[in-house]
């Protein structure tokens, strides 16, 4: 079945650590994305990727880097300089135009 | 500057207690306009998509309809698994990003 894995689930982060989270995506789309969700809040945009060498800011980039380097991953790092990592990150991809299909998260926490 | 908002931020309703979501948008040039459902600790599944105003989309209990300033969630005879968090989203045309509203929390109780 094609689909978006994520991995790990749940996560934890020591201070002054980078965590990598891990995207795959089987379903041949070219553009992949990275959310972060807060409770209460909306989804925000990390950073995005057209195609593949290449990404974008999103909204609140600051304290985060990703790489694309084949069209099926695209993963996100977390570094020390996000003060507040705490939350739930959510991986998605689509074709332009068409609706995002999204993984089931990883929740990361402070140690 | 794009943006999506959603009302209520929470719905109780009763079983079999017919209502609808909310989703106001002001976006450059709508590509598409997509609804979603999410379960907590989970991603978003999606529900619908509409393209122009005067749309409507239909699945079960769920009926989903566009105008140029808003999309309507209505639900009807809802049950107990429909509680969840319904997400609206856009898409502008002529880029990749999709702008998310903050969500309607729904319970359903039986």
């Known amino acids: 079945d094609g689909g978006i894995t994520q991995s790990p689930k749940y996560l934890f982060r020591k201070e002054g650590q980078n965590v990598t989270l891990s995207c795959e995506q089987n379903?041949?789309?070219?553009?992949m994305y990275w959310y972060r969700q807060d409770p209460g809040q909306g989804l925000r945009l990390i950073y995005y990727?057209?195609?593949?060498?290449?990404?974008q800011k999103g909204d609140i980039a600051e304290g985060y880097s990703v790489s694309r380097e084949k069209k099926e991953s695209f993963p996100l790092t977390v570094t020390s300089a996000q003060k507040n990592p705490t939350a739930f990150y959510l991986c998605?991809?689509?074709?332009?135009?068409?609706?995002?299909?999204f993984g089931d998260g990883t929740r990361l926490s402070i140690l | 500057e794009d943006q999506v908002t959603q009302s209520p931020e929470a719905l109780r309703l009763q079983e079999g207690e017919s209502s609808s979501l909310n989703c106001s948008y002001t976006?450059?040039?709508?590509?598409?306009l997509f609804w979603y459902r999410q379960d907590p600790g989970k991603g978003p599944e999606f529900l619908f998509t509409?393209?122009?105003a005067g749309e409507e989309k239909e699945k079960e209990r769920l009926k989903a309809t566009l105008t140029k300033k808003e999309s309507f969630l209505h639900i009807t005879a809802p049950k107990p698994e429909d509680s969840a968090t319904y997400l609206c989203?856009?898409?502008?045309?002529?880029?990749?990003?999709?702008?998310f509203g903050t969500g309607t929390r729904l319970k359903v109780l039986a």
């Open positions: 998605a991809s689509s074709r332009q135009g068409q609706p995002q299909h």
């Open positions: 379903l041949n789309h070219d553009a």
């Open positions: 990727s057209q195609i593949v060498n290449d990404f």
């Open positions: 976006v450059s040039g709508l590509r598409g």
């Open positions: 509409l393209y122009s």
């Open positions: 989203a856009v898409q502008a045309g002529g880029t990749y990003k999709y702008i």
